[in-house]
């Protein structure tokens, strides 16, 4: 059974400074891994999406890694800003036929002012 | 954005009563999807949609069923409430082949009195 785990649970760090959140997966054979972000009382806003072939997808500020032999997923977030605050989850998709979703739990990302 | 609305956006409701919940797109993705997110659990699958008349059950289906008699309609219903089903709900949507990024809606919060 698929399980996706995130650590840690919650994350504060000062604005400005370069920041990377985990996500670890327990079954390589995925079809791709996608990385959200969720505001508070708010719908998930998807950031990336890396196909299991790929090794990393950029989007401005961010970059995410995927090293599907390890079973590991980062997000890397550049010069951070208070407007980065939020929830970040990945979740992992285990085949194209197969169409289930397993979600992390997610990071609380603070960035202080 | 994706075009993704659900309804109502709020509900209670009591212990007992069928309950039915609304999810319309506007992209013409094949894929539909209900989750419910729960705190300490993060998002579950329930039920999804691989086409027109086509569904699965997904982690936590029981007390749920879907219909989709429409490509852009996914119903949810609860056919009898229970305080355990008090979550928030979010549809999600996303076109088959290789991309396969999701998207998500506003979401649904149901309090089962």
């Known amino acids: 059974k698929q399980e996706v785990t995130q650590i840690p649970a919650a994350l504060s760090v000062p604005e400005g400074e370069n920041l990377v959140l985990n996500c670890s997966f327990t079954?390589?054979?995925?079809?791709?891994l996608q990385w959200f972000r969720q505001d508070p009382g708010k719908g998930l806003t998807s950031l990336l999406l890396i196909q299991s072939s790929q090794r990393e997808q950029t989007s401005g500020r961010l970059n995410a890694s995927l090293d599907k032999s390890s079973g590991r997923s980062t997000l890397y977030i550049a010069a951070s800003q208070p407007g980065d605050s939020a929830t970040y989850l990945c979740?992992?998709?285990?085949?194209?036929?197969?169409?289930?979703?397993?979600f992390g739990k997610g990071t609380r990302l603070h960035i202080l002012p | 954005d994706a075009g993704i609305t659900q309804s109502p956006r709020h509900k209670v409701t009591e212990t007992g009563t069928p309950v039915t919940l609304r999810c319309h797109q506007t992209?013409?993705?094949?894929?539909m999807y209900w989750y419910r997110q729960d705190p300490g659990h993060g998002l579950r699958l329930i039920h999804y949609s691989y086409g027109v008349k086509d569904t699965d059950k997904g982690e936590v289906s029981d007390g749920y069923s879907v219909s989709r008699s429409k490509t852009e309609d996914f119903l949810l219903t609860l056919e009898s409430a229970t305080s355990s089903q008090t979550s928030v709900y979010f549809c999600?949507?996303?076109?088959?082949?290789?991309?396969?990024?999701?998207?998500f809606g506003p979401g649904t919060r149901l309090t089962v009195l």
């Open positions: 992209e013409n993705h094949r894929y």
């Open positions: 079954d390589s054979a995925i079809y791709n």
């Open positions: 979740a992992v998709r285990r085949g194209n036929r197969d169409d289930k979703i397993i």
């Open positions: 999600a949507i996303s076109e088959s082949g290789v991309n396969n990024e999701q998207f």
